[in-house]
């Protein structure tokens, strides 16, 4: 059949997607999520088909934009519609769904569909429910990692000794990653370390470290960065290196789905995309933070040893200690403040923060043999009181292109301990939150600075820690939360 | 936030959706899927919000037509954006995903949800997924039909006794409804009969009885014609009783998704929605159909037993023979014809046709109370052979809008035997097929006619059925598929 096209002035940044008044499809057979080809005098494509009742024309079919460009559509054109068979990649989610275990070759499908916007949400969601209601194998796990970086942009350093590392959050001011790149790119290892944006927390890698300079930088540009000064850190979503990742995120966040396959490959793939190699993985461990205990972290720890071995990474886990948040300051800025007063072995620089850098820096060194063993950590100290480390984050922010550092969010105010004795535990998330409501990380400079932590003794009366927002609205509504929660002491 | 809205004259047909430029919603530290309550001078209202990169406004809101209308925006309105919270519904559908038990309130709150389109696809399908990858106990499964029952429209015909029936398709010509539901309600049994349209058949019960008289009728006129004539055989769709249950098959359709439980409860909730409670389940099996095997058969007909005691519904069951089809016309207006010659006792009327339609109408008298244990067949044959049941017929079609029988689709073309022998088999997929190339169920007057069925002689070059295109390009396709499938000869 023959339509007139109607231009929708939207993007569905999905999948193509053309849209018919219920009666015409009912007449032509069609039914909602059908796969259509539409052909124009230029041009020839595969749609989803949406249905609409009302309020739409009959005889015409509606195109979102990306379907109208890629028709090539020109005044009093028409188009051809035929219905389209539906992908082999379905047959594979449902054998996903059924139980099955799934081959190289079919995710690799599923994967190459998803990235080409071939598949519509619906079908995707069916996918993840596969893999999290059936599970993913370490065979799977590891193609799945493949199908994402082959489906993917990569950043290729032949023969290089390309280093990396991940956290899996939920630890408040744990921003070790800046640091860490600044330590081990100043030994001469390339680290070319993408990082994510916060979703729910109060700011990610990427949040923090674009106060200070900025982060969206597109492939090109980071191989000349790569080059000349050996590393950066930018935000991931930027290079668009694991599209296919990046569209599942979408589907996952909703009901806030993790199937441990996809978290583990979704990982993997981000450090395999970059060419990384040697790759530390860093799992908190504590009753606010993702993974509540030992078990599940050694659980964790294990897969990632054997994917990394199927991926032909060397890869280091460490579980560390997730009770309460790392350095002082919470939301972009005031963790940048922490991360630049450890850099600069500042005095009042947090301790907590520049330990755990040094750690993760000298497992790093010695895992890319740069450090003999068990001399890392004398190597890593000694990159940071030299002040090579400062030297080389400086290069790096430069070559991103430095911004004015900004000043904090000017409405703060102290919260004060409600009585005297000891601090026995700090709620990551409701400090999360605090900070939330403060305003980070809309707000770059709006969070929290804790003055106490676990073990320290306050008095009534003392600032536990100082709330920076972003409007007078968003100070009351962060004090009223502060009144009963955040801090325990005894 | 406040923002100008800007209408998107598109109905989404479910949920409530707005939609932010990507920088907007970075700004307002907002995600794809968050939802959203937006407040005009005159409304309020919660939507899914969606995001796009370009080719949209910043620093305005795109409401799709439903949620532009909910607000009631008049020229100059702007909208006022807060955050929502995520429905509590959509932690029991995590809580299903994880393979736990949902109890009869859970259930609830889901279907209410869908059912006031507070939850998007993606969260809709998550659940379909959870029912498929788990399973839904006897306990969940009569849960959610009672939920899809209560959460949509009823027919209520209080302290009557009101029969139904239900076939799990996939036999091509099946079309015994019409002629059941003729003998029933002349035996004076209310028959409410809603039936589902073709999706891949060649044709559904309504599609059939469309061919010869309106099915289309509002709830309030189909309590008219069931006091006046004492039944109806209407389409399901155009009454809205299960609401639910359409939205969730909308959601199963992409993948031919059918989790058992999920299956059962849209069958009996439809059935539950007219107040049956005297309820006859046809379960044909054979190679080309839905149930493949006599195990897979008894498993379901113990489960219909079971919720049906539950639901407190009278159930019976019966398996049938599925290896072929049944009649002579496949396509709904040739099954039309069977029907009448069945009900007008015409010499040529189909011997398995009328055999079937008498069976079921036996039980469905006995099961009702209306013929003594052992003489519900001779009632049947009676109210056929005297006329009675070919009146009611007239009576209910002219009740419900009598259309003039439309002529047969005028290209035909017989298919004859390539060797002589006896019928060994007729592939119901290829016959369906066939059908459906021919033109059915969009042209309600193409589809075939078979003169032979399986165990008939025939004669190399002897007719075995004829096939009516509604285009000379559709019969020759037809004619093309025809050559190495459907029949074979022994």
Redesign the interface.
Known sequence: MQLKPYK??????GPLVA?LHDDTAH???L???DRLRLKSDRSMITALLD??????PKRKI?LF?EAYEALNIEPDDVVEITAADKPPS?LF??KK?D?LALNAAELNEIVRDIVHGDL????M??FV??C???GLSDDETAALTKAIVRNGKKLEFKGKIVADKHCIGGVPGNRVTPIVVAIVVASGVLMPKTSSRA?TSPAGTADAVESICNVTINAHRLMKIAKSVGGFMVWGGGVDLAAADDRMI??R???S?DPEGMLLASIMAKKHSVSANHVLIDIPVGPGVKIKDAAHAQHLKKRFLQIGKMLGMKVKVIITDGKQPIGNGIGPLLEMIDVMNVLKNEKNAPDDLRIKSIMESSILLELTGKARPGHGKKMAEHLLKSGHAWRKFQQIITAQGKKRIPKLAKFSKNVAAQKSGMVKAIENKSIAHLA?IAGA??DAAAGLFLHKKIGYRVKKGEALYTIYASSPDRLKYALEFAKNTGYKIK
Chains 1, 2 share one sequence.
């Open positions: 929708i002035k939207i993007k569905t940044g849209v007449e032509m057979d039914h909602v999520g249905v609409t009742r009302d309020n739409f509606g934009a379905l989610i449902r769904l139980g519509s949400d619906v079908e969601t069916y429910s596969g999290y209601a059936n979703i979408r589907i966040n909703p009901m789905l939330r990380p809309k």
